[in-house]
């Protein structure tokens, strides 16, 4: 093997490296963010969302009987809207509309 191709194969390696330690970090940080956010929603002092006048995007399990996550809450229907077509693009959704 040429010496170039195994600076190249090594360079490649610690980039790989390098990508993964960055990784790590922002899962890291991104889950104390979001633990935090959590916590916070635990406050029994928020204000109450009126869910009954919302719309809400839900993803069920396969036989639609129990909830698995809301996806979004909103009481705008062009937000509830777009929440659904980005959950329906990335693929956590499959689209189909109920009222």
């Known amino acids: 093997m ?16 390098e990508g993964l330690r960055d990784f790590g ?3 890291d940080e991104l889950y ?3 633990n935090a956010l959590l916590r916070e929603l635990r406050n029994p002092n928020l ?3 009126e869910l009954t006048t919302a719309f809400q995007i839900e993803l069920w399990d396969r036989y639609g ?3 698995r996550m809301v996806i979004a809450a909103t009481s705008s ?23």
């Open 32 to 34: 104390w963010r979001i």
């Open 47 to 49: 204000h109450e969302v």
């Open 25 to 27: 970090r922002t899962k």
């Open 2 to 17: 040429e010496p170039e191709g195994q600076i190249y194969t090594l360079n490649l390696l610690e980039r790989l490296h």
């Open 77 to 99: 229907v062009m937000i509830a809207h777009a929440a659904f077509d980005a959950a329906v693009k990335v693929g956590v959704l499959l689209p189909r509309y109920e009222c």
């Open 65 to 67: 009987k129990h909830l």
